[in-house]
């Protein structure tokens, strides 16, 4: 069964400091989808940033870089020049073929002014 | 465009009762899935539904069941609530693998 680890449940930082969130999941399959998410304190889940695993090149969305090693097995989220409004719990995602998607148990991450 | 709504945003039920969760999923996704968070255990899988039928199902006790309508809205329904039950129940709905979810702000249940 694929598994999704987060190890780092809480971490904050200064504003405008860059910030890494990590990720790595356990799967056989050669051929997945990543995901990070942001559920800030309102609780609305956004969909941050995606990655085909047979894709090399690392997704970009703005501030927000993966950096994906499909060997390791890991997919770290990297926030640049964070914001008072990036503070919210941030989930990693693994979906295969299943169309199921699993998520890790979160990281919770405060941006301090 | 409207996205995944779901209802009610809050619901208070006494032990022993049951629920019925609603979740409209964006116009066009065909798949909605559910899930339950809570703080201890994060995001737990419940059911995904595509098409009116059940493809998938995760590891929930047979209380929890739903459904899916032609119009692609589905519901949740939690049978004989246990105090365990208290949970923010998450609705999402996707055009297909890969895309991503697209999620509703959630139905919080607190079972008193």
């Known amino acids: 069964a694929q598994t999704v680890t987060q190890s780092q449940p809480e971490m904050s930082v200064q504003e405008a400091e860059t910030v890494t969130l990590s990720c790595t999941y356990d799967?056989?399959?050669?051929?997945?989808?990543l995901f990070w998410y942001k559920q800030p304190p309102s609780r609305q889940m956004i969909l941050v940033i995606r990655?085909?695993?047979?894709?090399?090149q690392n997704a970009t969305e703005n501030r927000f870089s993966v950096n994906f090693q499909k060997a390791a097995k890991s997919f770290s989220l990297k926030i640049s020049d964070s914001q008072l409004g990036d503070t919210a719990m941030y989930f990693c995602?693994?979906?295969?073929?299943?169309?199921?998607?699993?998520f890790g148990k979160g990281t919770r991450l405060h941006i301090l002014p | 465009k409207a996205g995944v709504t779901q209802t009610p945003r809050y619901l208070i039920k006494t032990r022993g009762q049951q629920v019925t969760l609603s979740c409209s999923p964006i116009s066009g996704h065909r798949s909605v899935s559910w899930y339950q968070q809570t703080p201890g255990q994060g995001l737990q899988f419940l059911f995904e539904y595509f098409s009116e039928t059940q493809r998938n199902k995760g590891n929930f006790p047979g209380r929890f069941s739903g459904r899916q309508f032609s119009n692609s809205r589905s519901e949740m329904n939690v049978s004989t609530l246990e105090l365990g039950d208290s949970a923010l129940y998450l609705c999402?709905?996707?055009?297909?693998?890969?895309?991503?979810?697209?999620f509703g702000s959630g139905t919080r249940l607190t079972v008193v």
């Open positions: 995602a693994f979906e295969n073929r299943d169309d199921k998607i699993i």
């Open positions: 990655q085909e695993a047979y894709k090399q």
């Open positions: 999402a709905s996707t055009p297909g693998t890969g895309n991503g979810y697209t």
């Open positions: 799967t056989s399959e050669s051929n997945y989808y």
